[in-house]
């Protein structure tokens, strides 16, 4: 007998809302900083952690490690002294992609063996460029193609990386991370283009946090031998999770503020507001805030570059076909190879909902259409579920496959997003 899929029915809006809301703290920061932490020469309190699958796996992998790591509601302790380097180790990391790009160079640093398991989606996702780059540093490396189960054993001591980019700007961030525990550092060569520069921005604005200064060189950057402080720090708002809030005010002609997310982030879905500026919204900053006011009336907006914010993506899929011409979404490169392809997926989806969608590797045309009811599957895949609930805001009748997939980096979205229903 087939096993019966949870849904969730999405109730359209039907009146504005004027909302404040708390983000959930930054995936991709709260990562990093977890990640230097256990680097660190002294223990680190990390403040405003959010519970998330993502988190979860990373704090867990961390405690395999020997890693002391005491998370009570968003403060977390983080003690690095008892880290083993040597007895050999087996991580799980779920469907966490950043945690296993990141402890796969933390890994290189390590005389015991670090083997590497995940979740079946995960085990789809290419890791050969970063585990190429560890093996020309001296590790012995054991994988199938670049995919899950890997093994990796070190110490390396590192020295010069060629790193081709193309696919996933975690591989670099991953060596930045590493890179002053290596005792001759890091000098990474990049070539080829590299995708999805505002992360690598992200990761040197949190090395530079915790005391570890990155060079630019010719073609690429250079980090020395140094150590990690020993802190107290804050994670910030997610502007992921921002997008799907001021998506829908700029929607529907309403107002969502935002209490920690301001205007020095580095995050690239930060400009996500800015695109919604170009819909015709009001968007204000503030050194800790953030406010989006929808206009009466969408602009259309004829081509859109994600590049720098492809977390967006699909954000700006499920508001496309409520815009009065056809919309060209590109720099999708990367897409292809995160949680599930986020071309075919989201396109597949759209379609199923009436919605005429051309695609190709790295771009996307969205005609405009009133979508009609759909019930939109979400391949385990959280930013899937998110983005067309905000689609289905807007047309009576729809729902989403396995709501619960977002547990992975906002646990509370389909309360926050509840919160709009109790305002408007």
Known sequence: MPV????????????????????PSSKSIALRQLAISALAGNPTTIHGLDKSDDVAT?????????????????ECLVDPRRFNMAEPVELDVNMSGLTLRVLISIAALRSGTTRFVGHSSLQKRPNSELLNALKSIGCRVESANGFLPVLIQGPSPGGHIVLTGGVSSQYLS????????????????????????????????????????????????????????GESVSIE???????????????????????????HS???????????????????????????????????VNHIDMVDMPDA?????????YLSEKTTISGLGSLPFKECDRIACPARELRRA?????????????????PTPASFETYEDHRMAMAFSVLATKTSGCSVINPDCVRKTYPNYWRDLQAIYQND
Request: with cysteine; net charge negative; aromatic share 6%.
């Open 4 to 23: 019966a899929r949870l849904s969730k029915e999405i109730q359209a809006i039907e009146a504005p809302f004027d909302v404040k809301m708390q983000l």
């Open 58 to 74: 990373m704090v867990a992998c961390m405690r395999e490690l020997g890693v002391f790591v005491d998370w009570r509601h968003q």
């Open 174 to 229: 991953s060596l930045l991370i590493a890179g002053c525990r290596f005792e001759e550092g890091v000098e990474i060569e990049l070539s080829g283009e590299q995708v999805s520069g505002s992360y690598i921005e992200v990761t040197l604005k949190e090395l530079d946090k915790r005391g570890v200064q990155v060079e630019h060189i010719n073609n690429g950057y250079r980090v020395r031998l140094s150590d990690y402080l």
């Open 237 to 263: 708002g997610d502007a992921s999770a921002a997008t799907y809030f001021s998506a829908l005010a700029t929607l529907h002609s309403s107002r969502i503020a935002f209490s920690n997310l301001g205007v």
């Open 266 to 300: 580095c995050q690239g879905d930060r400009k996500f507001l800015d695109l919604c500026n170009d819909l015709g919204a009001k968007v204000s900053w503030g050194t800790e805030s953030a406010s989006v006011e929808g206009p009466s009336e969408l602009n259309p």
């Open 313 to 321: 993506a699909l954000t700006m899929m499920a508001v496309a076909p």
């Open 354 to 370: 009436g919605v005429t969608v051309e695609e190709s590797s790295e771009h996307v045309v969205i005609h405009p259409t009133q």
